[in-house]
């Protein structure tokens, strides 16, 4: 294979695993919006995505189904958290809620360790796993079925915000939850929607990812950590930013891993991202602070 083919191969893999980063930044944006505090137990919701559609898919649920099931269930799980461990503490400090949600996250990693055991699972693909040949690279049909459902999710969302009364309510509490709150809006629904929301993205994500990659108990903290980087690299509070940040994040470590050393990968693109944040640090999408 040649060189050129080889960097179009680990650009459509970072490509896929950063729509991903992207969707898990993109939910931390989007409660980050309407609470002012990261939800440290988001990339738990991309693991119990995955975990819970291989589990319903087991019991000979179609794999359609499956998906949809393991999404509600997600949405479930998100609403429960922000009404037990979230909303009790209104009016707590950010560190307060931001201990609440690591609280939250390891109650879900033993939750799902209990569940489903402590071993690695990985879904059925979607569409069989024959590579689809482009140019000199190949790609795997689930791959396709990531960058599409990603790519659909975040155009949804951005439609969400722009043409919904619901939605333009949520960009409303962004910018002064406080003068929201004086023209009406229950800002208190809009937190309860926007963690339905961001669990919905992150679960799909977890499910399209299960098939391409393995779903274990641990790695919901992994994905967490790297969606938090995507949305501060794009400029945290900025949506789209959160998603271009996770694409270059992907892509960086799918380099990183085929042309230095899968071992170094992540920590290669950990210090790209840190330089961005020197050069901007608002982040490439970010309002520059007045």
């Not at 569940?115 to 396709?144: C, D, M, N």
């Amino acid at each position: 294979m040649s060189l050129a083919d080889q960097l179009l191969q680990y650009l459509i893999t970072g490509l896929s695993i950063g729509m991903v980063y992207g969707l898990v930044g993109l939910g931390l944006t989007m409660i980050f919006n309407a609470t002012g505090i990261i939800n440290f137990a988001q990339g738990e919701f991309v693991m119990l995505g995955g975990m819970a559609a291989v589990a319903f898919h087991s019991m000979r649920i179609p794999l359609g189904a499956a998906v949809i099931l393991a999404v509600a269930a997600v949405i479930i799980v998100a609403l429960a958290m922000e009404r037990l461990a979230i909303r009790p503490l209104r009016g707590a400090s950010v560190v307060t809620l931001i201990i609440a949600t690591i609280g939250a996250s390891l109650v879900l990693q033993g939750g799902a360790k209990l569940l489903w055991g402590p071993e690695a699972v990985k879904l059925q693909a979607f569409s069989g796993q024959t590579p689809i040949r482009i140019a000199g690279g190949g790609i795997a049909p689930q791959q396709l079925w990531v960058m599409g459902l990603a790519a659909l999710s975040v155009v949804a969302v951005q439609l969400f915000f722009k043409y919904t009364l619901a939605g333009k309510a949520m960009r409303a509490c962004a910018v002064n939850r406080s003068a929201a709150r004086l023209v009406g809006i229950n800002t208190e629904r809009m937190v309860t929607l926007s963690f339905g929301m961001s669990a919905a993205l992150a679960a799909l994500g977890g499910v399209v990812l299960t098939p391409v990659a393995l779903m274990c108990y641990t790695q919901g903290t992994y994905y967490t950590l790297t969606g938090f980087l995507a949305a501060v690299v794009g400029g945290l509070g900025s949506g789209l930013g959160a998603v271009l940040g996770g694409i270059m994040l992907g892509i960086l470590e799918s380099l990183a891993a085929g042309f230095i050393s899968s071992g170094y990968s992540k920590a290669i693109a950990l210090v790209v991202a840190l330089a961005v944040l020197w050069w901007r640090p608002q982040g490439l999408l970010g309002q520059r602070p007045t």
